[in-house]
């Protein structure tokens, strides 16, 4: 069984690898300035550990895995477009470093480039792995739209949000797991238990994510603590915050989530001596607690060799247990 | 054999059975309102009539034919944000009706459900179904991406302008032929040969385009006769005229392409009038003829009888010969 690191070498490589046309300059070279940005490759080596958990050479895996990684990929250049987001990994996003016009086509060929990775795959495999990365795909830009409609309504619900973060985060983390499954002919069930398994996982990593914008050391984490706290956004602690409060707490949140002008720091502080008055973490980390046992309890199910099983569990608790 | 309108009707009565998703609402509607807009349906009903050249029942291609009608639709919600176009079919386009970000992601998802009405092909014909889509795709985004180029340069020659308009018009159509010929399981020569046929009425179909442009009856005509010429659009009209003029020609055609203010009238009149001079018509008449004889003699190759192929030349024929 290879380590976490040597499935992360495997896509790293297959990356490096790829070689675009020269022509249209403006089309190509966004999609290799977007897939050299890095970051942990997760979604893809989901592909590659499941095919290995179901005893496929993970190195055969590798264009389902690239069809996942550059389908995410084109999923954020289109995202931070419609979030108007300056910066991806620290770097200049491709509509900042280029045009939007050119960031919408040039995700547009990466959603092509997906597919034609994608339909590299055995024929065997490859109405089941369509079909799979179809309604994947479709799940994330139904979380997308979902995340922005939310913006402009005050009355979403928790249960509203978890569904939210299921189809824009945890789904891509299933369907990549079922992806590696199908291709490494698993049975149907076991491949419908890994999608459960990453679509609980997935919840789970994004309510982590929300506890960590507001509990994570400021000086290992890599953003701005406090930054969804400072642009509003509903996350699951706000939400919750606004379920909970009455009264002085009530009247603040409102306070401070409808000012246009403020100290940074001081709204962070206040917003935050708020969820501890509720005990808004203690909550989160139950939720995300109930998430993450119900994708344990899924993953014991699935019929295979504890010792196979081991990489999954590694990387999910490396995912789980960070603090920052 | 089926008529060109009972083929039509086959495209209607499936666009309007479609049901998708009633949210989330800003994803969703702006697909049934794009698809809605009508038009002639020509690459569907040309996926629908390849398949019935070669022995298929068209009624059983509907699944490939709304593959390519979706992403069609598709390129043009993003073409219409990145031409900055406030009409489509005379009606709103979906980024003015709703937003552009709204454009972006249905756009993406329409994409998302082309690949999925590909997926239910036969099996045994799928891997080769999703090549042809994929290049064809890719060669639809490089075409838009050639088109906006060339906006910025004043040094398009005639053979990039038609490996423009082959990338951006005339793929589709020799993919949906070839899709067409797949699935009815033509033999690979038949296949290429019909995809041929396609590439180059595509060529010469957009070729005709810009010359009804210009010499279309205006009585007749949808549009606004000399409107390339007004956007100063670089069609092959403009661009062998520059490559022709010389002296007044030369300067007058100089000085009304970078006039910024001017009477619309006017500007048609004088630059049609230039192209009088150098015979410009005449010429463009020319190569769209070479386009469309090098397709018929490629047609006339396709190893199947002469009265399966009246379709495919009655279609061509109205479409070539149509006067506006």
Redesign the interface.
Known sequence: MLTITQHQKIIEDAIAKISY?PK?K??YEPISYIMSLGGKRIRPVLVLMAAELFGKNPYEAIDAAMAIEVFHNFTLV?DD??DNAPLRRGQQTVHEKWS??TA??S???M???A??N??KID?KF??DS??TF?AT??GV??G???D??FESRDDVSIEEYINMIRLKTAVLLGGALKLGAIIADAKPEDAELIYQFGENIGIAFQLHDDILDVYADPEKFGKQVGGDIIANKKTFLLLKAFELAEGNDKTALKHWTQLQQFDNKEKVAVVKSIYDNLGIQNIARKSMEYYKNKALNVFSKINVDDEAKANLLVLTHQLMDREY
């Open positions: 046309p249209p403006d089309l289109h477009i419609m939007t016009n919408i086509l995700g547009d060929v959603m092509v480039e597919n034609k994608l339909a024929a490859l109405k369509l079909f179809n795909a479709q830009c139904e997308q739209q979902l922005m409609d």
